[in-house]
């Protein structure tokens, strides 16, 4: 996977999950009864990363980039599928584990990508204008949203982004021009 692909697919799987983030954050809120079931449930996606994270590395660097990327982005949109089904707090917190073995995956192979495809010289600008390119999406997915929910009802906006995260898996699977 060259650079150029790296960084569509991240665009657009950044764009994504900052458009549905807000709405997850009120649902997960309704589905409980208290805040501390909405901080356990923060707390099980965090710890979960955080435990998966050396795994990940090493699975990482046996199978690829590419692959850990379409896990991540097939296995996210099959989750965003299941969000609007929630009705008990036993189940967010089933999908935040899965949300922070996906989510680790993602950040992990991000920053393994970025290491392997930098030189030294100009590694910090080439990510400098990575970070500028997705954070300009993840706004702009933002501010669209607050648009199209006026529109859509918030299981369809989950829906919805089931659809790019597939869309970013056809990104990354394409094969690259010789």
Aim: cysteine-free; charged content about 15%.
């Amino acid at each position: 996977m060259n650079f150029r692909k790296f960084l569509i697919a991240q665009s657009i799987l950044i764009a994504a999950s900052s458009v549905v983030f807000p709405f997850y954050l009120l649902l997960i809120k309704n589905v409980g009864d208290s805040y501390s079931q909405f901080g356990w449930a923060y707390g099980l996606f965090t710890l979960t990363a955080a435990l998966t994270y050396p795994i990940i590395g090493r699975l990482g660097d046996r199978y690829g980039d590419k692959k850990m990327l379409l896990i991540y982005t097939l296995g996210t949109a099959a989750v965003m599928l299941l969000i609007p089904l929630l009705y008990e707090v036993w189940q967010v917190y089933m999908i935040q584990i899965m949300m922070g073995i996906l989510g680790a995956i993602q950040k992990n192979t991000e920053k393994a990508f970025l290491a392997r495809n930098n030189d030294n010289e100009t590694a910090g600008e080439r990510i400098g204008k990575y970070h500028l390119q997705i954070s300009l999406w993840s706004g702009l997915g933002i501010i669209l949203t607050g648009y199209l929910i006026d529109f859509l009802t918030i299981a369809s906006l989950f829906y919805l982004i089931s659809f790019v995260y597939i869309i970013a898996s056809f990104v990354i699977i394409k094969r690259e021009r010789i």
